[in-house]
């Protein structure tokens, strides 16, 4: 038995019994549970599993304890009101927040941190990472690392206006349905019916065969496929509100069906609405990947994550790791983002009350 071995049980199980002597039942939980794992695979691995649980639950400890930093820090610049809220805020929030900045940040100063253009030829086709090329090359010579980062302009951009654009047409027509009710309800909510039971993807790969594969297209397509899911979304909430009695009030006094849509029951739908942006940000983020990874999303040489890849993806057959960066990158946003919308229904749920 090496000393890495004896060391590492003997930290884990010091540890297990101080949470266990102090009453820390979360930390008791995640260590007792790592201590088993470790058991478990120790005995079928050997010392090479243990080192890799090591590592993978160093970065888990290491991001809980960034994000408990980063919470902290949060709540001693923003105002009482949100810093009251943010306090208690689990660190999975706290997580996906930090993510979803980093990625901002990222995408907006694309040009400041990437060391080179997102088209510029910088070296051998499948290039090995050195000291020019961090990640190494993709199937052209151009940088990975400069293409991620100008991707997440791209993807995440492109993604972000596709679907504020379905949440406005769905959001509208929901609201303008459920308020009118009658044959306006009917024949929109018979058009949402009709796209929604049309297979997504096999859909959107066939209008973006006959219309082309240009960005805007892309965005026209997907926001229309995702735009009845937001109509029927948004006309069940506003189904439950327009039955309220301060809408039949506003009725009685002769107020427009604009003025009950804006003032009455958009401002009372606002939180369901915003974890369903969350939410439906992530399924566009992937059609858009999913879409460039076969040929119809973004096209070259745009950087994009799902075309990067599927261009690259020969290197995994010899071992090599750098295809999986930019599917990383999109999961670990996905992820992050249903952090944040998990605390958000959270707290418009009331349950914390």
Known sequence: ?????????AVLIVATCTAAYYGKRTALLLLFSLLAASFVFGLLGGESSLITIAVIAGLLFAAGGVSYSFREFLVQIMPPNAAKVLRYAPLTASFGILMILIYVITAVFAPVIAPFGESEVVGSPFGPPDDVMILGGDQLGRDMFSRIVYGARNTVGIALVTTTLAFLVGTVTGLIASTMGGWVDQILGRLADILVSIPQLIFALLLLTILGT?????TLVIALLYSPLVFRLTRSVANNIVVMDYIEAARLRGESTWYLVVQEVLPNAAAPLAA???????FVFLAISALSFLGLGIQPPTAD???MVR??????????????????AIAL??????FVVDWLLYISSGLKE
Do not use: D, H, K, Q
């Open 311 to 328: 261009e690259n993806a020969t290197l995994i057959t010899f071992g090599e790791i750098t295809p999986l960066i930019p599917a990383g």
């Open 214 to 218: 240009g960005i805007v297209n892309l």
């Open 1 to 9: 038995m090496s000393v890495f071995v004896i060391v590492y049980y």
């Open 305 to 307: 994550w799902g075309s």
């Open 276 to 282: 369903e942006f969350g939410l439906r940000f992530c």
């Open 333 to 338: 946003l996905t992820v992050s983002i249903n």
